[in-house]
């Protein structure tokens, strides 16, 4: 292992653990990984975890299919179940809808569109109003985000990555090295250095002497998910459901759980500490949700409340992750992944691979939009499903 060119990588969730198994298998540079918990802990554990393609761009959509063989290829280690999803969206995005379907077929994506009428034959289960349209993508799912990161780091770690358990205090740079500062003031020095901290990274920039207006823009928003027992009359692996007409998301989780979160842009719209989430759903938010859910699917009046929790998105102003160096803020050799905003589990394997790219100095087409100049320069990844962030 070459200590010269020694490679920092900060966050062992989903993403900084996908990035060091794929840097481990293309340097003989020594690789640190370096976890303030335990890996997977942080928002990669509170994850809906689910596996689409329905994306309303191009380069997004062929990140997903290209991490969907990953997880496919690797059911029993990823946790990966095949479920298939539906996307319900208003008559007001038909247009797009369909757009979106021919765009996703064209990339070799097994998706059709489904009348109100074909989708109730196929779906008895599901309500569907006059004049939605629906698309069914079969090949979806969901997976194990816990076991997904400890899987990459895993076999990072068997590869000769170094795992460190300790909280990074600040980055620096020093004489062209990126220098990483920890809780109790060991510094270790790298080539590079890469942030994979999620809602943590402004917090990290702000310890490491940033000013408010030079921090990465990202919010950070509390997304409360609620978890309901299902009935025996609706058990077992069905469907995801992407109901853009709510702006709410139900997965049915195993043999009779339904986990289910919303995408409406009041939640997107607010920033908080990371280090202080809310705690407790309210209870009316829970009762306001099974109401819909129940008239979405009506076994689910019978369903009992099971728990619900908050986890936060990192999101960025057009919901799309920041893939770059951090050479405006004067670290050149200080790299990030971050601002997935809400949707960057299933692009985790693509991401690995894409940020090994820049590491390594390789051209890889994606990274080109994902620039944080775009923010600036008014270059916003584009997206056809607006004021439904995470669907971009
Ligand atoms: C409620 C919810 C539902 C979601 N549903 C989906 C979904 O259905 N499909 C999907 O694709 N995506 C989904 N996402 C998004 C997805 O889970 C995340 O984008 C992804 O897991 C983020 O992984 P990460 O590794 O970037 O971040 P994290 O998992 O948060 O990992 C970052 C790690 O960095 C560590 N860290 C931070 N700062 C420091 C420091 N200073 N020193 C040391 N370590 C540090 C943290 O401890 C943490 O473990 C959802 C997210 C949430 C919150």
Request: charged share 25%.
């Given at each position: ?68 063989h990953i997880f496919e290829s690797n059911r029993e280690n990823l946790g990966f179940y095949r479920t ?309």
């Amino acid at each position: 292992m070459n200590k010269d060119k020694r490679i920092i990588i900060v966050g062992a969730g989903s993403t900084g653990s996908s990035v060091a198994y794929h840097l481990s298998k293309i340097t003989d540079s020594e690789i640190i990984l370096i976890e303030k918990r335990g890996i997977g802990s942080g928002m990669t554990a509170f994850s809906s975890a689910i596996v689409r393609t329905h994306y309303s761009n191009e380069i997004v959509a062929k990140m997903a299919l290209e991490s969907r063989h990953i997880f496919e290829s690797n059911r029993e280690n990823l946790g990966f179940y095949r479920t298939g999803m539906i996307t319900i969206v208003p008559d007001s995005l038909k247009d797009r809808m369909e757009e979106n379907v021919s765009m996703l077929k064209g990339l070799g994506i097994n998706e059709q569109n489904l009348t109100e009428h074909e989708a109730s034959r196929k779906f008895p289960w599901i309500n569907f109003d006059e004049g939605e349209d629906i698309s069914y993508e079969i090949d979806s799912g969901y997976a194990d985000s816990v076991l997904t990161a400890n899987y990459f780091a895993k076999n990072a770690i068997d590869s000769g990555v170094k795992f460190i358990r300790d909280d990074v205090y600040k980055i620096e740079n020093e004489q062209g090295r990126g220098k990483v500062v920890l809780k109790d003031g060991k510094i270790i020095t790298g080539t590079k250095v890469v942030l994979c901290t999620n809602v943590w990274t402004n917090k990290l920039l702000s310890r490491s002497g940033f000013g408010e207006e030079e921090l990465l823009p990202i919010k950070v928003s509390p997304h409360p998910v609620i978890l309901f027992k299902r009935p025996n009359t609706i058990s077992g692996l069905l469907p995801i459901v992407s109901d853009l007409v709510d702006k709410d998301y139900y997965k049915f989780e195993g043999e009779s759980l339904l986990s289910g979160g919303n995408l409406r842009s009041e939640l997107d719209n607010t920033n908080i500490d990371p280090d202080n989430p809310p705690l407790e759903v309210p209870m009316d938010y829970v009762s306001d949700y099974a109401e819909r859910i129940s008239k979405r699917i009506p076994d689910m009046k019978e369903a009992g409340f099971h728990s619900a929790y908050y986890g936060m998105y990192d999101n960025t102003p057009d919901f799309h992750p920041i893939i770059d160096s951090l050479t405006s803020l004067g670290l050149p050799n200080v790299y990030c992944c971050v601002g997935l905003s809400g949707h960057g589990f299933k692009l985790s394997p693509a991401l690995g691979r894409i940020v090994s790219n820049l590491i390594m100095d390789k051209k890889d087409p994606a990274l080109g939009y994902f620039r944080l100049l775009r923010f600036k320069n008014g270059n916003s990844v584009f997206k056809n499903y607006e004021g439904i962030g995470t669907v971009g």
